[in-house]
């Protein structure tokens, strides 16, 4: 008798722990948010780092130069040639 309480308290608990409900709700958190950035294709020089932004060259020194001015634009940067 001890065994079946035993397992009908392991199959509540499996049941409330994989309910839809709450897996659902789970993957909505896990989900990524969309990211509506505009991409920006930077791209490796003899000298840095160089890209092009609203028809104008932008050019970087480094990696973290660019990962600054692209925080500061709110662009996505898209490494080519790395």
């Not at 993957?27 to 092009?52: K, Q």
Request: one cysteine or more.
């Amino acid at each position: 008798m001890k065994l079946k309480t035993e397992w009908r308290a392991v199959r509540s608990r499996i049941e409330a722990a994989l309910h839809y409900a709450k897996l659902h709700h789970a993957l909505e958190f896990a989900r990524p948010g969309e990211d509506n950035r505009a991409w920006v294709i930077v791209y490796r020089t003899a000298n840095g780092f160089c890209s092009m932004y609203h028809g104008l060259p932008v050019d970087f020194e480094d990696i973290l130069d660019v990962q600054t001015w692209a925080e500061d634009m709110d662009v996505r940067p898209y490494f080519m040639d790395m």
